[in-house]
Structures are given as structure tokens and as C-alpha cells.
């Protein structure tokens, strides 16, 4: 009987010695996490945050909380008999450089079974280029950018070659998961975040018939919500200089014709 009745106190000790954690887990701008999993360490016992990035566990007061979310850095926190904590998660910019968008959202590169090619800012913006069709120009197996050469003139776009030959052959365009009916040249390369180009009917088959051609999608930058505000500049110059070297040029027919009759003569003696 002496054993029954300290093997029922041990869980009601065991219990007691559980307090009720609550806390809040944010990101660096200070913006709540939606959905991210707060664990105990060693254990099972866990939850996740709700809309407001709130959570509620009952845990050992010595324990390890482990907050981990897609995206970002999982983060261990020693409770240490606090009640009320708050954590900030820091984004993991190797993951995300591992990311790339789809027709339906986003997606690891390693679980892709289309041909997706994708390119961020800093590729975009290292390029001292006047439009986006020539910023990607070089940058993406299959895509190919036809430059008529004139200044200011618009580029064209082709995915894998022509696929007809009644058509413009022109990929559809997807600007922040809307479809752009403008042209790709009129979009600043500076307001764009990431491109991504599905190049196959794999990877485009959600858009139809419509992504035949191809599909660019675009990612725009988005200003923070929160902080300080933040303004940046860039610009661009050269210059044009004529050769220090003056060239003769025929000024009339009948030099040409003097200089053509002697090339005849020397070639002839040659």
C-alpha cells in the first residue's frame, strides 16, 4: 500500500513542479511570427504561435524552449523560472537564397521537378544596364534576349526559342501574382526584388495555355512597416570621347571610285 501511494503523489509532485510559460515570438522588424513552433527541448510537449505571434505551454521551469520557423534561425531560450518571455527570430539568408517562387507560392530548390531559374537584387543591380530585359541577359540558361542595339530601344524575350510561328512567342509576365500586360522594359530595375523564369510546362502549368511561352514572375520590393525610414540613390554616368586619331574618309563618288580601281591594280600586281 506504501508503494501504491508514492507511486500516485509522484505525478501530482511532477506537476507541481510545472509552470505556465507565455510569451510572444517576433521577427528582427519587430513584426509578430504567425504559426512558428515553440518546443521543449528533449520533448514532445510543444505549440505554436498564434495571429498575434502569441503561445502558451506548461513546462519544467528549468527547461529549453525551441522556437524554429521557415525562414529563420531557430532560436533556444533557458526559461530559467521566467514566466513570460519574448523571442526574436533572426531571418537564415542561406535558406532563403535556397528558396524560389512558383506558380502557387514558394518552394526549396531541391524539391523542384521543373526547370526553374531564378536571380535576385544584388544580380540585378550589379548590371549597369537601362532596362530589366537586359539586366537577366546572360544570366539564365535557356532565356534568350534579343537587343535591337539602338538606344532606348525595347528588348525581346524568348524562353526556350520560338514556339510558333503566328505568334509574338512573348512569355507571360507575373508581377507581384498578377498578370502585367505592359511591357517588361517600362518596369524599373531598382523596384525589383527577385525574378524567377519557369521555363517549362512542368513548372507553368498552372498559368494554362497562357504560360506557353514561358512565365517571368516578379518580385517587387516592399517598404517596412516599421523603423526608421530609409531613402536610397543610385545613379549612373559615362561619357563619349572621338578617337584622338583623325581618319581620311572618301568625301565623293570619284574617290571611291580612284581608291577601288587601285586596290584592282595592287591586288592584280600581288
Same mark, same amino acid.
Given at each position: 500500500?506504501?508503494?501504491?501511494l508514492?507511486?500516485?503523489?509522484l505525478?501530482?509532485?511532477? @506537476?507541481?513542479?510545472?509552470?505556465t510559460?507565455q510569451?510572444? *515570438?517576433?521577427d528582427?522588424t519587430g513584426?509578430?511570427?504567425?504559426g ?5 527541448? !528533449? ?5 505554436i504561435?498564434g495571429i498575434?505571434?502569441?503561445?502558451? &505551454?506548461?513546462m519544467?521551469?528549468n527547461?529549453t524552449?525551441?522556437?524554429s ?9 533557458q *526559461?530559467?523560472?521566467?514566466?513570460q518571455l519574448?523571442?526574436? &527570430?533572426?531571418?537564415d ?7 524560389v517562387v512558383? !506558380?502557387y507560392g ?7 521537378t521543373g526547370?526553374?531559374?531564378s536571380?535576385g537584387?544584388k544580380?540585378i543591380?550589379d ?8 539586366a537577366?541577359?546572360?544570366?539564365i ?6 537587343d535591337? !542595339? ?7 524575350i524568348?524562353i526556350?526559342? @520560338?514556339s ?8 507571360l509576365?507575373?508581377v ?7 511591357d517588361?522594359?517600362?518596369i524599373?530595375?531598382n523596384?525589383?526584388?527577385?525574378m524567377t ?8 502549368a ?14 517587387t520590393?516592399?517598404a ?7 531613402v ?5 554616368w559615362?561619357a563619349?570621347?572621338r578617337? &584622338?586619331?583623325?581618319y ?5 563618288p !570619284?574617290?571611291?571610285y580612284e581608291?577601288h580601281y587601285?586596290?584592282?591594280i ?5
Amino acid at each position: 500500500m506504501m508503494v501504491c501511494l508514492i507511486g500516485m503523489l509522484l505525478p501530482m509532485c511532477m @506537476f507541481a513542479q510545472q509552470i505556465t510559460v507565455q510569451g510572444v *515570438v517576433k521577427d528582427q522588424t519587430g513584426e509578430t511570427v504567425i504559426g512558428a513552433s515553440v518546443m521543449e527541448k !528533449g520533448t514532445t510537449n510543444g505549440t505554436i504561435t498564434g495571429i498575434d505571434g502569441d503561445f502558451s &505551454l506548461n513546462m519544467s521551469p528549468n527547461g529549453t524552449l525551441v522556437v524554429s520557423f521557415v525562414g529563420y534561425k531557430t532560436q533556444e531560450v533557458q *526559461v530559467k523560472g521566467q514566466k513570460q518571455l519574448q523571442v526574436v &527570430l533572426s531571418e537564415d539568408a542561406e535558406m532563403l537564397d535556397e528558396v524560389v517562387v512558383i !506558380g502557387y507560392g514558394t518552394m526549396k530548390k531541391s524539391d523542384l521537378t521543373g526547370a526553374v531559374s531564378s536571380i535576385g537584387n544584388k544580380d540585378i543591380k550589379d548590371s549597369p544596364v537601362s532596362n530589366l530585359g537586359q539586366a537577366i541577359q546572360g544570366k539564365i540558361s535557356g532565356v534568350q534576349i534579343v537587343d535591337a !542595339g539602338k538606344p532606348g530601344d525595347n528588348v525581346s524575350i524568348k524562353i526556350r526559342g @520560338f514556339s510558333s510561328i503566328n505568334a509574338k512567342n512573348d512569355p507571360l509576365i507575373i508581377v507581384d501574382g498578377a498578370p502585367y500586360s505592359g511591357d517588361i522594359n517600362n518596369i524599373n530595375p531598382n523596384d525589383v526584388e527577385s525574378m524567377t523564369v519557369l521555363k517549362d510546362a512542368a513548372s507553368n502549368a498552372l498559368y494554362g495555355a497562357r504560360g506557353a511561352n514561358g512565365v517571368i514572375i516578379i518580385t517587387t520590393k516592399r517598404a517596412n512597416m516599421s523603423g526608421e525610414a530609409k531613402v536610397t540613390f543610385d545613379a549612373k554616368w559615362g561619357a563619349n570621347t572621338r578617337a &584622338l586619331q583623325k581618319y581620311e574618309v572618301i568625301d565623293n563618288p !570619284g574617290m571611291y571610285y580612284e581608291m577601288h580601281y587601285r586596290a584592282i591594280i595592287i591586288s592584280q600586281r600581288e
